[in-house]
Protein backbone atom coordinates (compact mmCIF):
# COMPACT_ATOMS: atom_id res chain seq x y z
CA UNK A 1 0.00 0.00 0.00
CA UNK A 2 0.95 3.50 -0.63
CA UNK A 3 0.84 6.11 2.08
CA UNK A 4 1.51 9.21 2.47
CA UNK A 5 2.59 10.52 5.93
CA UNK A 6 1.67 14.45 6.91
CA UNK A 7 3.61 15.38 9.60
CA UNK A 8 3.55 18.60 11.40
CA UNK A 9 6.93 17.67 13.50
CA UNK A 10 10.46 16.63 11.31
CA UNK A 11 10.68 13.30 12.97
CA UNK A 12 14.60 14.17 13.05
CA UNK A 13 15.44 14.74 16.13
CA UNK A 14 13.03 12.73 18.01
CA UNK A 15 13.55 15.37 20.90
CA UNK A 16 10.04 15.77 21.63
CA UNK A 17 6.92 13.15 22.01
CA UNK A 18 5.14 13.71 19.14
CA UNK A 19 8.19 13.48 17.04
CA UNK A 20 8.96 9.82 18.95
CA UNK A 21 5.62 8.93 17.82
CA UNK A 22 5.53 10.26 14.69
CA UNK A 23 9.14 8.27 14.18
CA UNK A 24 8.13 5.07 15.91
CA UNK A 25 4.60 4.70 13.72
CA UNK A 26 6.90 5.87 10.48
CA UNK A 27 9.77 2.90 11.16
CA UNK A 28 6.49 0.47 11.77
CA UNK A 29 4.33 1.33 8.35
CA UNK A 30 7.65 1.06 6.58
CA UNK A 31 7.90 -2.36 7.06
CA UNK A 32 4.89 -3.18 5.47
CA UNK A 33 3.99 -0.45 3.12
CA UNK A 34 5.36 2.61 0.82
CA UNK A 35 5.86 5.91 2.99
CA UNK A 36 6.19 9.15 1.57
CA UNK A 37 6.57 11.87 4.80
CA UNK A 38 5.64 15.18 3.80
CA UNK A 39 6.40 17.20 7.18
CA UNK A 40 7.26 20.78 8.42
CA UNK A 41 10.28 21.29 9.65
CA UNK A 42 11.63 24.04 11.93
CA UNK A 43 14.54 26.49 11.29
CA UNK A 44 16.44 25.03 14.46
CA UNK A 45 15.97 21.24 13.16
CA UNK A 46 18.63 20.13 11.14
CA UNK A 47 17.50 17.60 8.09
CA UNK A 48 20.01 14.57 8.21
CA UNK A 49 21.40 12.66 5.04
CA UNK A 50 19.31 10.77 3.09
CA UNK A 51 20.39 7.48 3.66
CA UNK A 52 19.37 7.81 7.42
CA UNK A 53 15.85 8.82 5.72
CA UNK A 54 15.86 5.50 3.60
CA UNK A 55 15.42 3.42 6.15
CA UNK A 56 12.16 4.71 7.04
CA UNK A 57 10.74 6.23 3.79
CA UNK A 58 10.82 5.86 0.25
CA UNK A 59 10.65 9.61 -0.44
CA UNK A 60 10.74 12.63 2.00
CA UNK A 61 9.73 15.97 0.99
CA UNK A 62 10.24 19.07 3.68
CA UNK A 63 8.33 22.60 4.00
CA UNK A 64 9.66 25.30 6.03
CA UNK A 65 7.30 25.61 9.43
CA UNK A 66 6.33 29.28 10.74
CA UNK A 67 4.97 29.84 14.41
CA UNK A 68 1.53 31.22 15.32
CA UNK A 69 2.01 34.89 15.41
CA UNK A 70 -1.36 36.33 16.98
CA UNK A 71 -0.34 39.58 15.84
CA UNK A 72 -0.17 39.00 12.37
CA UNK A 73 -3.13 40.34 9.90
CA UNK A 74 -4.49 36.58 9.09
CA UNK A 75 -5.05 36.52 12.87
CA UNK A 76 -6.16 39.59 13.64
CA UNK A 77 -8.96 38.82 10.70
CA UNK A 78 -9.30 35.44 12.29
CA UNK A 79 -10.76 37.28 15.44
CA UNK A 80 -13.99 37.64 13.02
CA UNK A 81 -13.91 34.44 11.09
CA UNK A 82 -15.23 30.74 11.91
CA UNK A 83 -12.01 28.80 12.58
CA UNK A 84 -9.45 29.04 14.95
CA UNK A 85 -7.23 31.58 14.58
CA UNK A 86 -3.96 29.17 14.96
CA UNK A 87 -4.95 27.09 12.02
CA UNK A 88 -5.63 30.47 9.75
CA UNK A 89 -2.30 31.90 10.51
CA UNK A 90 -0.25 28.72 10.45
CA UNK A 91 -2.15 27.76 7.04
CA UNK A 92 0.85 27.30 4.81
CA UNK A 93 -0.25 27.39 0.53
CA UNK A 94 3.35 26.17 -0.05
CA UNK A 95 2.80 22.67 1.84
CA UNK A 96 -1.34 22.59 0.56
CA UNK A 97 0.45 22.65 -2.90
CA UNK A 98 2.95 20.26 -2.16
CA UNK A 99 0.48 17.50 -0.95
CA UNK A 100 -1.75 18.10 -4.07
CA UNK A 101 1.17 18.11 -6.36
CA UNK A 102 1.77 14.16 -4.82
CA UNK A 103 -1.30 13.22 -4.90
CA UNK A 104 -1.55 14.07 -8.41
CA UNK A 105 1.83 11.92 -9.25
CA UNK A 106 1.22 8.80 -7.25
CA UNK A 107 -1.66 6.80 -6.61
CA UNK A 108 -1.15 6.72 -2.65
CA UNK A 109 -4.11 4.55 -1.29
CA UNK A 110 -4.08 6.36 2.17
CA UNK A 111 -3.10 9.50 3.80
CA UNK A 112 -2.11 9.87 7.02
CA UNK A 113 -2.22 13.47 8.93
CA UNK A 114 -0.76 13.27 12.00
CA UNK A 115 -2.33 16.08 14.49
CA UNK A 116 -5.08 18.76 13.83
CA UNK A 117 -1.88 21.09 11.85
CA UNK A 118 -1.50 18.31 8.87
CA UNK A 119 -5.56 17.52 9.39
CA UNK A 120 -6.49 20.86 8.17
CA UNK A 121 -5.07 20.05 4.73
CA UNK A 122 -7.75 17.41 3.94
CA UNK A 123 -9.23 19.43 1.49
CA UNK A 124 -5.72 18.76 -0.84
CA UNK A 125 -6.48 15.22 -0.27
CA UNK A 126 -8.96 14.72 -2.97
CA UNK A 127 -10.56 11.42 -3.20
CA UNK A 128 -8.32 9.53 -1.34
CA UNK A 129 -8.93 7.86 1.94
CA UNK A 130 -7.72 9.63 4.99
CA UNK A 131 -6.85 8.80 9.18
CA UNK A 132 -6.50 11.96 11.27
CA UNK A 133 -3.92 10.20 13.55
CA UNK A 134 -3.51 11.71 16.91
CA UNK A 135 -6.52 14.30 17.58
CA UNK A 136 -6.28 15.98 21.00
CA UNK A 137 -8.68 18.10 22.29
CA UNK A 138 -8.22 18.13 26.06
CA UNK A 139 -5.40 21.14 26.22
CA UNK A 140 -8.31 23.32 24.65
CA UNK A 141 -11.46 21.72 26.65
CA UNK A 142 -9.17 22.41 29.76
CA UNK A 143 -7.98 26.08 29.00
CA UNK A 144 -11.60 26.96 27.66
CA UNK A 145 -13.31 25.67 31.30
CA UNK A 146 -10.52 26.01 34.10
CA UNK A 147 -8.60 29.41 32.98
CA UNK A 148 -8.88 31.73 36.51
CA UNK A 149 -8.24 34.53 34.44
CA UNK A 150 -12.07 36.00 33.00
CA UNK A 151 -10.34 37.49 29.97
CA UNK A 152 -8.19 34.74 29.46
CA UNK A 153 -11.11 32.08 29.72
CA UNK A 154 -13.66 33.56 27.30
CA UNK A 155 -10.80 33.72 24.74
CA UNK A 156 -9.91 30.22 25.48
CA UNK A 157 -14.09 29.44 25.25
CA UNK A 158 -14.37 30.69 21.74
CA UNK A 159 -11.02 29.00 20.57
CA UNK A 160 -12.98 25.94 22.06
CA UNK A 161 -16.36 26.76 20.29
CA UNK A 162 -14.64 27.50 16.75
CA UNK A 163 -12.71 24.82 17.04
CA UNK A 164 -15.59 22.27 17.99
CA UNK A 165 -17.77 23.92 14.51
CA UNK A 166 -14.38 23.41 12.09
CA UNK A 167 -14.05 20.13 13.30
CA UNK A 168 -17.74 19.15 12.92
CA UNK A 169 -17.03 19.18 9.31
CA UNK A 170 -13.56 18.20 8.63
CA UNK A 171 -14.30 14.83 10.44
CA UNK A 172 -16.65 14.01 7.61
CA UNK A 173 -13.47 13.52 5.54
CA UNK A 174 -11.46 11.25 7.82
CA UNK A 175 -12.46 7.22 8.16
CA UNK A 176 -10.43 6.67 11.33
CA UNK A 177 -9.50 9.49 13.78
CA UNK A 178 -6.80 8.03 16.56
CA UNK A 179 -6.30 9.61 20.04
CA UNK A 180 -3.74 8.45 22.70
CA UNK A 181 -6.08 8.39 25.74
CA UNK A 182 -9.58 6.37 26.77
CA UNK A 183 -10.02 10.15 28.41
CA UNK A 184 -9.43 11.65 24.55
CA UNK A 185 -11.55 9.08 23.61
CA UNK A 186 -14.36 9.96 25.90
CA UNK A 187 -13.71 13.87 25.36
CA UNK A 188 -14.29 13.15 21.27
CA UNK A 189 -17.65 11.00 21.45
CA UNK A 190 -19.34 13.58 23.78
CA UNK A 191 -18.34 16.55 21.50
CA UNK A 192 -18.95 14.79 18.20
CA UNK A 193 -21.25 12.07 19.14
CA UNK A 194 -22.10 11.71 14.85
CA UNK A 195 -18.62 10.40 14.65
CA UNK A 196 -18.42 8.36 17.50
CA UNK A 197 -17.65 5.36 15.50
CA UNK A 198 -14.40 6.82 14.21
CA UNK A 199 -12.30 7.00 17.82
CA UNK A 200 -10.25 4.52 18.47
CA UNK A 201 -7.29 4.18 21.39
CA UNK A 202 -3.80 4.03 19.88
CA UNK A 203 -1.87 4.68 23.52
CA UNK A 204 1.50 6.35 23.05
CA UNK A 205 4.31 3.62 23.10
CA UNK A 206 7.90 3.38 22.64
CA UNK A 207 10.29 1.19 20.73
CA UNK A 208 11.11 -0.86 23.89
CA UNK A 209 14.16 -2.07 21.72
CA UNK A 210 15.81 1.28 21.29
CA UNK A 211 16.17 1.52 25.27
CA UNK A 212 18.27 -1.53 25.96
CA UNK A 213 21.46 0.51 26.84
CA UNK A 214 24.57 -0.37 28.77
CA UNK A 215 23.89 -0.06 32.67
CA UNK A 216 24.78 3.53 33.92
CA UNK A 217 26.21 4.18 37.36
CA UNK A 218 23.73 6.39 39.11
CA UNK A 219 24.50 9.76 39.95
CA UNK A 220 23.72 10.24 43.96
CA UNK A 221 20.65 11.99 44.23
CA UNK A 222 19.89 13.47 41.01
CA UNK A 223 16.95 14.32 39.29
CA UNK A 224 15.98 14.85 35.97
CA UNK A 225 12.88 16.98 33.85
CA UNK A 226 13.38 16.32 30.32
CA UNK A 227 11.13 18.94 27.92
CA UNK A 228 11.30 21.81 26.18
CA UNK A 229 10.10 25.26 27.83
CA UNK A 230 8.66 26.20 24.38
CA UNK A 231 5.86 23.59 25.44
CA UNK A 232 4.11 25.96 28.13
CA UNK A 233 3.31 23.02 30.08
CA UNK A 234 6.95 21.82 30.81
CA UNK A 235 7.83 25.42 31.99
CA UNK A 236 4.77 25.74 34.28
CA UNK A 237 5.77 22.30 35.64
CA UNK A 238 9.36 23.69 36.68
CA UNK A 239 8.14 26.92 37.90
CA UNK A 240 5.92 25.07 40.16
CA UNK A 241 8.49 22.09 40.78
CA UNK A 242 11.27 25.25 41.82
CA UNK A 243 9.12 27.50 43.84
CA UNK A 244 6.96 24.60 45.60
CA UNK A 245 8.11 21.45 45.71
CA UNK A 246 12.81 21.42 45.37
CA UNK A 247 13.00 23.40 48.58
CA UNK A 248 11.24 20.93 50.56
CA UNK A 249 12.83 18.38 48.96
CA UNK A 250 16.86 20.16 49.61
CA UNK A 251 15.78 20.31 53.37
CA UNK A 252 16.13 16.67 53.25
CA UNK A 253 18.33 15.74 51.00
CA UNK A 254 20.74 19.10 50.66
CA UNK A 255 23.08 17.86 48.37
CA UNK A 256 20.04 16.77 45.76
CA UNK A 257 20.79 17.46 41.99
CA UNK A 258 18.18 19.07 39.54
CA UNK A 259 19.26 18.13 35.75
CA UNK A 260 16.41 20.03 33.39
CA UNK A 261 17.07 19.33 29.55
CA UNK A 262 15.69 20.40 26.44
CA UNK A 263 15.59 24.06 25.00
CA UNK A 264 14.77 26.61 27.85
CA UNK A 265 13.85 29.44 25.41
CA UNK A 266 15.72 31.59 28.06
CA UNK A 267 13.04 31.56 30.13
CA UNK A 268 13.38 32.75 33.81
CA UNK A 269 13.15 30.10 36.34
CA UNK A 270 13.18 30.81 40.06
CA UNK A 271 16.50 30.53 41.81
CA UNK A 272 17.45 27.46 43.61
CA UNK A 273 21.16 25.44 44.18
CA UNK A 274 21.98 22.68 42.42
CA UNK A 275 20.30 23.22 38.95
CA UNK A 276 21.47 22.07 35.46
CA UNK A 277 20.36 23.42 32.36
CA UNK A 278 21.83 21.13 29.60
CA UNK A 279 19.92 22.34 27.02
CA UNK A 280 19.57 19.78 24.17
CA UNK A 281 21.50 16.91 24.66
CA UNK A 282 22.74 14.63 22.18
CA UNK A 283 22.17 11.53 24.57
CA UNK A 284 19.42 11.50 26.91
CA UNK A 285 19.09 7.79 27.65
CA UNK A 286 21.83 7.81 29.47
CA UNK A 287 21.06 11.16 31.38
CA UNK A 288 17.96 9.41 32.59
CA UNK A 289 19.22 5.81 33.25
CA UNK A 290 22.24 7.57 34.95
CA UNK A 291 19.62 9.58 37.48
CA UNK A 292 17.68 8.35 40.72
CA UNK A 293 14.30 9.83 39.69
CA UNK A 294 12.58 11.07 37.15
CA UNK A 295 10.14 13.99 37.71
CA UNK A 296 7.06 14.50 36.01
CA UNK A 297 5.26 17.66 37.63
CA UNK A 298 2.83 18.56 34.83
CA UNK A 299 -0.28 20.38 34.98
CA UNK A 300 -1.97 20.90 31.57
CA UNK A 301 -2.16 19.59 28.18
CA UNK A 302 -3.39 16.84 26.93
CA UNK A 303 -2.03 12.88 25.64
CA UNK A 304 -0.13 10.71 27.59
CA UNK A 305 3.65 11.49 28.81
CA UNK A 306 6.52 9.55 26.73
CA UNK A 307 8.39 11.25 29.15
CA UNK A 308 7.25 8.99 32.04
CA UNK A 309 7.52 5.52 29.48
CA UNK A 310 11.29 6.84 28.76
CA UNK A 311 12.30 6.18 31.99
CA UNK A 312 10.54 3.46 32.76
CA UNK A 313 12.54 1.71 29.71
CA UNK A 314 15.47 3.10 31.30
CA UNK A 315 14.94 1.48 34.83
CA UNK A 316 14.51 5.16 36.47
CA UNK A 317 11.47 5.46 38.63
CA UNK A 318 8.68 8.17 38.16
CA UNK A 319 6.99 10.52 40.85
CA UNK A 320 4.49 12.21 38.71
CA UNK A 321 1.32 14.39 39.12
CA UNK A 322 -2.00 13.27 38.54
CA UNK A 323 -2.13 15.25 34.83
CA UNK A 324 1.15 14.14 34.22
CA UNK A 325 0.26 10.57 34.51
CA UNK A 326 -3.13 10.76 32.71
CA UNK A 327 -4.35 8.40 30.38
CA UNK A 328 -0.85 5.61 31.76
CA UNK A 329 -2.74 2.13 33.42
CA UNK A 330 0.46 2.57 35.72
CA UNK A 331 -0.53 1.81 39.48
CA UNK A 332 0.25 4.55 42.10
CA UNK A 333 2.95 3.01 44.58
CA UNK A 334 3.64 -0.08 41.90
CA UNK A 335 4.87 1.09 39.19
CA UNK A 336 4.85 5.07 39.80
CA UNK A 337 4.47 7.47 42.38
CA UNK A 338 1.63 10.15 42.18
CA UNK A 339 1.17 13.20 44.08
CA UNK A 340 -0.44 16.49 43.51
CA UNK A 341 0.02 18.52 46.73
CA UNK A 342 3.82 19.66 46.55
CA UNK A 343 4.25 18.07 50.38
CA UNK A 344 3.37 15.18 49.18
CA UNK A 345 5.20 15.65 45.95
CA UNK A 346 8.45 16.39 47.96
CA UNK A 347 7.70 13.30 50.40
CA UNK A 348 7.65 10.55 47.60
CA UNK A 349 10.68 12.35 45.80
CA UNK A 350 12.95 12.07 48.47
CA UNK A 351 11.56 8.20 49.38
CA UNK A 352 13.12 7.62 46.62
CA UNK A 353 16.02 9.09 46.81
CA UNK A 354 16.55 7.34 50.17
CA UNK A 355 15.08 3.99 50.26
CA UNK A 356 17.26 2.57 47.27
CA UNK A 357 15.89 -0.91 47.27
CA UNK A 358 12.30 0.92 46.96
CA UNK A 359 13.56 2.81 44.18
CA UNK A 360 14.67 0.01 42.32
CA UNK A 361 11.35 -1.88 43.02
CA UNK A 362 9.29 1.00 41.48
CA UNK A 363 11.76 0.83 38.80
CA UNK A 364 11.25 -2.70 38.08
CA UNK A 365 7.60 -2.71 37.82
CA UNK A 366 7.58 0.24 35.28
CA UNK A 367 9.50 -1.33 32.72
CA UNK A 368 7.12 -3.94 32.87
CA UNK A 369 4.32 -2.33 32.81
CA UNK A 370 5.84 -1.01 29.56
CA UNK A 371 6.91 -4.42 28.10
CA UNK A 372 3.30 -5.23 28.46
CA UNK A 373 1.33 -2.51 27.50
CA UNK A 374 3.05 0.44 25.77
CA UNK A 375 6.15 -1.38 23.44
CA UNK A 376 5.45 -0.27 19.99
CA UNK A 377 5.88 -4.11 19.16
CA UNK A 378 2.78 -4.75 20.56
CA UNK A 379 0.74 -1.80 19.31
CA UNK A 380 1.95 -1.63 15.53
CA UNK A 381 0.44 -4.64 14.38
CA UNK A 382 -3.18 -3.24 15.41
CA UNK A 383 -2.06 -0.01 13.77
CA UNK A 384 -1.31 -2.08 10.93
CA UNK A 385 -4.71 -3.78 11.23
CA UNK A 386 -6.82 -0.48 11.94
CA UNK A 387 -5.35 1.37 8.56
CA UNK A 388 -5.52 -1.45 6.60
CA UNK A 389 -9.23 -1.72 7.08
CA UNK A 390 -9.24 2.34 6.70
CA UNK A 391 -7.89 1.87 3.05
CA UNK A 392 -10.50 -0.65 1.91
CA UNK A 393 -13.28 0.71 3.71
CA UNK A 394 -16.36 2.35 2.02
CA UNK A 395 -16.05 6.21 0.79
Known amino acids: MK ?12 NNGSKLRILS ?5 SKCHDVTLLSFIDPSDQRPEDSVLQETCSECYTIPWRDYNPNSQRA ?6 SKPRFILDTYS ?15 YDLVIASQLTMASYQGAFGKVKAIFEEI ?10 SEKNLLKRGRNWLTWLKLKTYLVELLKSFAVCT ?3 EKEQKLFIDTFPQHHAKAMVFPNCIDLSDYQIPDQERK ?14 NYQAMLWFLEKVYPLILEHVSDTQLVITGDHANLPLPMAKNIHLTGYVQDIKSLIASSDASIVPIWSG ?10 MALGTPVVSTSKGAEGLFAANGRSILVADEPENFASSVTRILKDKQFGRQLASNGLQLVKEQYDWAQMMPKFLQMIEKAAVGPS
Open 93 to 107: SQMENEISRLISKNK
Open 220 to 233: QHQLIFSGSFRYSA
Open 179 to 181: MVS
Open 76 to 81: RLGLFG
Open 3 to 14: ILFLSRWFPYPS
Open 25 to 29: LLKGL
Open 136 to 145: ELAGFFEHAY
Open 302 to 311: GGTRLKILEA
